[in-house]
């Protein structure tokens, strides 16, 4: 059966609710987004300030040069966070099944809901229409068989787009993108790649596969599906997930130790948030490092006890990462953070006789930190570790 | 050395100390046992540095005084497929030769000087218990200790001695099996210690084949039994045993009075349709029935039903059926009172005023 997937992501989020929040800023250029002193990075930069040649992760210092008479505003994260909520209550109300990426983006699984909703792109006609109507944003959406082709899709037209691409579009609507748009083609592959001569996704899909696999690796082979538009990954609510994790790319490489614990606290704190939400514990956890190279390390660990608690996998995390730091530290420039091999609660698992007093109190402070992050935005509490 | 020795009390005696010779090990001497024959009887004496049994045989001739230092399995082996009533070992500086009626072996041994030193059970005992009431309180407790290792020191049993009670602790962090039993006399002293779960089936062994009081001693880092034939001496678990009393349900609001052996069948029945993934089988007190059911993905179901008496709430709780096998298996009363307080507190299997089972049940949501 075909499937009708639908990736959505929300046009220039920060700087939309901004807008919608200051209506006077309509037109204008905004940067949302960290202080220019020191390391600020750029969040979101609103359409008109991306014509300067501003874009986000860029340092806030480089955007306010490109585009001088921007107007900077710091990140509110209570308040985007509250409106993406509202967002995803919207999809949720055509689908149970959603794969949220982000803030502002999620994928959604409709074939089952088009004998209530009607076809998939009226959900998705629906959908801008309920974002716009209600909330007053404006929201980008691709309609295709797969994962890969819908969030392609949603970047063809933006903002306020609603692209189609069907079976019978591949691969003419394909062929001529450059390989940069590629799922997983960052600057230094695309470099190899056009090193070796494959500049567009037409050069990808007719590459002789050995070939190819000189340039890319064992990755070869998955390369040329997705070029072709071939993409069977499901749509996995988090829910039903096998992992969940975070993780975040720098604008520039970082290096200091303590900035990358921040970090991973706020990532730990994160996921686990997510866990509790959806009932799980988590026995496995693993750290991305990737290097500024793009050599990237994945280290792992498996406890006995699954655990949803922050402070207990803070603990097995930090571990990890201080072996990490003591044999091969260097300047990363991404660091993730992901949890799997979950126990869900009522899975009719051994519960423990003796529960660490320690653990009991943990669970407490997790569930009073979650409320007021639910109420006020996960900025709003934060663990006294990660104060700056 | 030159002793006669009754093959049968012989050949217990070597499968006793036999059970603690070090399996593998790179000292050749740790697998052996030693052989003292003096002041009228032989002792076996044998060690794996973790523990050490001293066992002596009155019933033997000893002709010549002496020791010997002898590979344990090889000498274990040859009595135990000796069919004559009497044996007569020999052993000329390192060689030993045992003979019977139409055989003779030789084995090569060590010099009995390199057996590392064994302790002896000198000093006043603590305590002193009943063999048959030891052996008893063992077999309720020692199958609920840790087989993985945890953060606490569970793999092991709690033994504490105070006034005319033993109390013996066992849990896995899952379940807890607590038997208390009278002692002979009142204790001397007031004593408590983690005793390893191989030391404790040894402990057991060496209960079980006498009938008289054992004299036990809680030293500072050792355990010492002692009955007519053996003496055990063994090192002590170090940690920590949790704190078990704050795990014990005070107040139960939900009771239920159950035959043993019927629920013990029904739970079994009950246990054939789970699997790896859902090991728990559902209990359901309501009124006078108690509904088991189970559920494996993609096999089948059970429901069996049982007559009960119950007071309190309905209750629907879920435990690992084998947990409860284990527990009803060592209750030789007749009826077995089970009690809970809520679906995810632990439940109470009592038996009897020297009997309880803490039992944490499986997650149902």
Known sequence: ?388 | MKVIAQTHALAEGLSLVGSIVAGRTPKPVLQCVKLIAADGRLTLLATDLEVACRYSLPQVEIQKEGEALVPADRLAAIVRESMEDTLTIAVEKETCTITGSGSRFTIYGYDPAEFPPVADFLEAPDAEVASDVLTGMITRTLFATAKEHSRYAISGVLWEVADKKLQLVATDGRRLALCKGALASAASRSASAIVPTKLMSLIQRVAGGTEQALATRIGETQILVRSANAVLVGNLAQGNFPKYGDVIPRECNRKATLNTGMFLHRIRQAALLTNEESKGVRLSFNGDTLTLTSRAPETGEAEITLAVEYEGEPIEIGFNPAYLVDALKVISNETVNFEFTAPNRPGLLRSGTDFLYVLMPVDLG
């Open chain 1, 1 to 388: 059966m075909s499937r009708r997937i639908l990736h959505v992501d929300l046009d220039e989020f920060f700087a939309g609710v901004e807008k919608l929040d200051n209506p006077q800023l309509r037109g204008k250029p905004i940067l949302v987004g960290g202080s220019p002193e020191g390391r600020g990075v750029v969040s979101t930069a609103s359409y008109e300030a991306r014509k300067f040649g501003c874009r986000s992760a860029m340092p806030m210092r480089q955007a306010m040069k490109l585009c001088p008479q921007a107007v900077v505003l710091p990140v509110r994260g209570a308040r985007y966070k509250d409106m993406s909520d509202r967002v995803f209550a919207i999809l949720d109300r055509f689908t149970p099944l959603i794969e949220p990426l982000s803030i502002d983006e999620a994928f959604l699984d409709v074939a089952g809901s088009e004998r209530l909703h009607g076809p998939a792109v009226e959900i998705a006609k629906a959908i801008k229409h309920a974002v716009r109507g209600e909330l007053g944003l404006t929201i980008s959406i691709g309609v295709a068989p797969n994962k890969f082709l819908a969030k392609l899709g949603s970047e063809m037209h933006k903002p306020d787009g609603l692209t189609v691409i069907e079976e019978s579009d591949l691969p003419a609507v394909l062929d001529a993108l450059p390989i940069e748009k590629m799922w997983g083609v960052g600057p230094s592959s695309a470099w190899r790649l056009h090193e070796l001569g494959f500049s567009t996704f037409r050069d990808l899909r007719t590459a002789d596969l050995a070939r190819l696999t000189e340039a890319a690796g064992s990755w070869a082979g998955e390369l040329q599906k997705l070029a072709a538009g071939q993409d069977d990954r499901p749509v996995t609510p988090d829910s039903q997930a096998k992992s969940i994790s975070a993780e975040q790319t720098f604008a520039q490489d970082v290096s200091d130790l303590d900035e990358l614990r921040r970090v991973l606290l706020d990532e730990v704190e994160h996921v686990s948030r997510r866990l509790r939400r959806h009932g799980l514990s988590a026995r496995t956890i693993t750290l991305k490092l990737r290097y500024g190279d793009f050599t990237t390390l994945t280290r792992s660990a498996t406890d006995a006890e699954a655990t949803n608690l922050t402070e207990v996998l803070w603990s097995r995390a930090e571990k990890i990462f201080a072996q990490w730091a003591a044999r091969s530290p260097g300047a990363l420039r991404l660091l993730g953070f992901g949890t799997s091999n979950f126990r869900q609660r009522g899975d009719g698992a051994q519960l423990p006789l003796f529960e660490d007093p320690r653990q009991t109190r943990q669970r407490e402070l997790d569930r009073t930190v979650d409320a007021i992050a639910q109420r006020f935005g996960p900025a709003a509490v934060r663990r006294g570790r990660t104060k700056e």
